[in-house]
């Protein structure tokens, strides 16, 4: 997954120095083989929302269902749309709760009855009333998968893993939106209610294939010694990330830091409400980047074409049925590609080289898809109302490769652990809030002004690229531990560069993990 000429790019050199000489593949060690498929598995759990709102398109095209529905149109339309994440928003804090009380674990469980129930609901529904209930309870699952699963995801992988593993949590997303676009083409033809009842069943197919990776997988290292259980989390370490050495070096290092950096943590901060996220100046500047890019994800202009890509294609004269799903069919591949090639490349080219390029591109492909609608609403030619198409690829392209990977893994690695559950529901929580907006909002500015609405993101993805150039700092080459350093407070919750590798280095590598005194006083 890493090479080991990248390892001081995804873990930085002190780090780096820790890892085994000539080190065998990830692939050649049983027990890391086994971690890497738990957390492989675990990405499928991010597919729930791009099923949803797949489906709910493909839905919209049945007759059947929408004659079950009473015709929705206008704000109820939009209500039923959004219901699932207004289920989600209420959940989020309870989810980080949770997941610091009792583990990820068990929180992400809670998810799979909510999603089961849900998706019984929606299968049997009776009247348009039930219908919309079971996505609200559809949504408070999605709430315990988002808020949690990329916890335990950036918390438990082999450190040289983590940036790319992490990165392909949201990648599931649009493996959610394909099976759930076929899913709805299979079953176009019933004509029956079977013809939605079939989609709303097949909700659990993913989340049911990711079981086993779940049971399988090991509790948070980072969770266990939160609560005191420190024997088990140094026989984590020592088990999936040294292969079974209890000396291992890297064990040892990870231990420390981990236990370190967790109880200067509690020290400075004796609550971990949301109040500590504006507490000091290096946490109030995670929480604006965390609030920004929950906003900015859904408001750079990307959504405009995503949940209205056919009226957005009738605008530019491609108006026929088989047309507009072809499209909509090839720009899922298309995006799944570009996110996958991001994720793979969040070490190598660093997380600021994604976002600004993803935004520079996004904004250069949105100002000549602007100039190209402007021309063909006024009376141009065929040809230049089709020339927009691979402007919109090269669009979504841009936006895949940054913002779908990392809108996920950025924030969960800034937050140092006792605020990290609370940073990623806050995350959450704005894109829901983005997200209600961009669905009462952008039909109307669409319907109202057409083209000249893309005018409003051009602006958008032009500040939005100043603040990721001033304000966003580069986290590649860094622990998770390490970020304290990053933001400025190491101070308060943060171990200093190179004390506990040259404690170890002192001790020697045959001293065991759990041998290694970090508490403060000694270092002091």
């Known amino acids: 997954m890493v090479s080991n000429h990248n390892h001081n790019k995804s873990v930085g050199a002190e780090f780096a120095a820790l890892l085994p000489a000539n080190d065998k593949a990830w692939y050649k060690k049983p027990t890391l083989l086994y971690l890497n498929f738990c957390l492989f598995s675990l990405f499928l759990l991010s597919s729930g929302n791009g099923y949803d709102g797949s489906m709910l398109n493909g ?46 674990k ?39 998968f988002q808020g949690c699963v990329p916890l335990l995801m950036t918390e438990t992988a082999y450190p040289t893993h983590r940036g790319i593993l992490t990165s392909l949590y949201m990648c599931g997303w649009y493996i959610g939106s394909f099976v759930a676009a076929w899913a709805t083409f299979g079953t176009r033809n019933y004509d029956n209610s079977w013809s939605w009842r079939i989609p709303s069943l097949l909700q659990l197919l993913l989340p049911a294939l990711v079981l086993p990776g779940l049971f399988m997988i090991p509790e948070s290292p980072r969770y266990l010694v939160s609560a005191e259980r420190h024997e088990e989390a140094r026989a984590f370490l020592v088990k999936y990330h040294a ?150 690829f090269l669009m979504y392209g841009f936006f895949s490769l940054a913002f779908t990977p990392l809108v996920v893994a950025y924030p969960v690695e800034i937050w140092p652990y006792q605020l990290r559950s609370r940073g990623l529901a806050t995350m959450l929580m704005s894109t829901v809030t983005a997200v209600f907006f961009n669905i009462f909002v952008n039909p109307i500015a669409l319907d109202s002004i057409q083209w000249r609405y893309y005018l409003v993101f051009v602006f958008i993805l032009a500040g939005g690229g100043a603040i990721i150039y001033f304000v966003f700092p580069e986290t590649r080459g860094h622990s998770l531990e390490e970020m304290a350093r990053v933001f400025g407070d190491e101070e308060t919750t943060g171990p200093v560069e190179g004390e506990i590798a040259e404690k170890i280095a002192h001790k020697g590598t045959s001293y065991h993990a759990d041998e290694v005194n970090t508490t403060t006083e000694e270092t002091a």
Do not use: H
């Open 106 to 144: 068990p929180t992400i469980y809670m998810g799979y009855f909510f999603i089961v129930l849900g998706a019984g609901l929606q299968t049997g529904a009776i009247n348009p009333v039930m219908f919309v209930m079971s996505r609200l309870v559809l949504g408070v699952g999605a709430a315990f």
């Open 243 to 392: 292969e079974g050495d209890e000396s291992s070096a890297l064990a040892a290092f990870e231990f420390a830091e981990i236990s370190r950096s967790i109880q200067m943590e509690r020290e400075f901060q004796k609550t971990t409400s949301y109040k500590q996220m504006l507490a000091t100046p290096a946490n109030r500047k995670r929480t604006f980047i965390t609030v920004f890019l929950g906003i900015f994800d859904q408001w750079a202009g990307q959504n405009v074409a995503g949940y209205y890509l056919p009226p957005v294609l009738a605008s530019i004269g491609i108006k026929t049925v088989t047309q507009q799903t072809l499209i909509n069919g090839f720009l899922q591949i298309w995006n799944l590609i570009c996110a996958l090639t991001g994720a793979f490349n969040v070490d190598r080219f660093g997380r600021r080289f994604l976002f600004l390029s993803a935004t520079v591109g996004m904004l250069i492909s949105y100002i000549l898809i602007t100039g190209l609608s402007a021309t063909f609403a006024k009376g141009g030619s065929t040809a230049v109302g089709t020339a927009v198409v691979p402007f919109l």
């Open 59 to 104: 839905l919209l095209a049945l007759p059947q269902w929408v004659n079950f529905m009473d015709k929705p149109t206008g704000s109820w339309l939009g209500f039923i749309a959004g219901s699932a994440n207004l289920g989600s928003i209420v959940f989020f804090p309870i989810v980080a709760w949770s997941s610091n009380k009792y583990g990820r």
